[in-house]
């Protein structure tokens, strides 16, 4: 349902997103995971715009590791202590057996990429409608997130418009 | 530093910060709860045993832990270690 319009690749970018949820200890995904997911399908408008600009999925993970141990730092935590004590059993992965359903912040997201994609006249929902709804989130953690990586939403858009003109050309 | 320059999270200035602090706090617990309780699985304890100290029932550390220990460590029975602590 949620799907409707969907390309391969958004779809993809979206199931990808939950593996990247899964493998970061997401207990719902966020709209950062849709960022990850896009990354790490790699394929699309979306992806060639975060590219170009120097994003590349290692880095975005880790700006999300990041975020957590930040987080839980703020209220006198050590992740990396938390980490030693546990021993090699300690992974932030959710299992296999646990569902993760979609964060608010997700589930607007893809209502923005709708509403983006219908603005846009366009008749199929791909990565770049995905990453403009993700962009709507104005302070989202996919957003703050691209911020620590150097990359402001407008300059984003732009890229975005830019590849999108010269695909059309 | 006096008292009303310090920053303090979760304050009334800055809410998200610590309810993000919440949601990492939450997930790191769970990823810690999955770690403990599969080391003392390892270390050869009983689910009765692991639950025990984990103040729940043995169900409820079952129906959480066991599908995915079992699944990383086949063949091993649940331990008997700690069962006449």
Redesign the interface.
């Known amino acids: 349902m949620i799907f409707t319009r969907f390309t391969d690749r958004s779809r993809k970018s979206v199931e990808a997103a939950l593996e990247e949820a899964r493998m970061l ?3 719902s995904l966020g709209d950062e995971d849709l960022l990850l997911g896009i990354l790490r399908t790699d394929e699309g408008l979306a992806a060639e715009a975060l590219y170009s600009l120097g994003v590349r999925l290692e880095g975005a993970r880790e700006e999300s590791e990041e975020m ?1 141990s930040l ?2 730092s ?2 006198g ?1 050590s ?1 990396e202590e ?1 980490r030693r004590e ?2 090699d ?9 646990r569902r993760i359903p979609l964060s608010p912040q997700a589930k607007k997201a893809l209502v923005e990429a709708r509403r983006r994609m219908r603005r846009m006249g366009d008749n199929y929902l791909g990565t770049e409608h995905v990453l403009l709804g993700i962009l709507g989130n104005t302070d989202g953690m996919a957003v703050r997130m691209l911020a620590g990586m150097g990359v402001s939403p407008e300059v984003l858009e732009d890229r975005l418009f830019e590849l999108r003109g010269r695909a059309a050309d | 530093m006096d008292e009303m320059t310090r920053t303090r999270v979760g304050g009334p200035e800055d809410p998200r910060e610590g309810l993000e602090a919440v949601v990492a706090l939450r997930r790191t617990l769970e990823a810690l709860e999955a770690a403990q309780v599969e080391n003392a699985f390892v270390a050869g304890w009983s689910w009765a045993r692991i639950a025990e100290v984990l103040g729940v029932s043995k169900q409820a550390v079952h129906k959480k832990h066991a599908k995915r220990i079992r699944a990383k460590y086949p063949g091993r029975p649940p331990g008997r270690k700690g069962r006449d602590l």
């Open positions: 200890g997401h207990d957590l987080a839980l703020s209220i935590i992740l938390v546990a021993g059993t300690f992974e932030m992965r959710i299992p296999e057996d």
